[in-house]
């Protein structure tokens, strides 16, 4: 089983920048599909975004693209959402997530093992 710690969340304003961290125990986290979800309060868990196991191909929910980008650095065992323009609706907290599955989707149901959750706050 892999552990994952997230970092990295915070308060910033609208339009600002953070960068979230995923570190990985336990396994090498260039073997699992990760992906970042994230739950605002009083709303259902989503996902943000997601890098493949293999090829390290990249997925976003739409609200996202263009301004969030997920990226891996095998050598830090860690995967890294770096969020850019950042928006009020953005306030949620984030979580990492890998999954054993060879063809994970962005379902949450795919990802068996989760982080702690890092919580960024964007004010107006």
């Known amino acids: 089983q892999v552990q994952l710690v997230e970092s990295g969340g915070g308060l910033v304003q609208a339009g600002g920048s953070l960068r979230l961290s995923c570190a990985a125990s336990g396994r090498t986290i260039s073997g699992y599909t990760t992906g970042w979800f994230r739950q605002a309060p009083g709303k259902e868990r989503e996902f943000v975004a997601r890098i493949s196991w293999m090829l390290g191909s990249t997925y976003y929910t739409d609200s996202v693209k263009g301004r969030f980008t997920i990226s891996r650095d095998n050598a830090k065992n860690t995967v890294f959402l770096q969020m850019n323009s950042l928006k009020p609706e953005d306030t949620a907290v984030y979580y990492c997530?890998?999954?054993?599955?060879?063809?994970?989707?962005?379902?949450?149901?795919?990802?068996?093992?989760w982080g702690q959750g890092t919580e960024v706050t964007v004010s107006s």
């Open positions: 997530a890998t999954s054993t599955k060879r063809l994970a989707t962005g379902d949450a149901y795919d990802y068996d093992s």
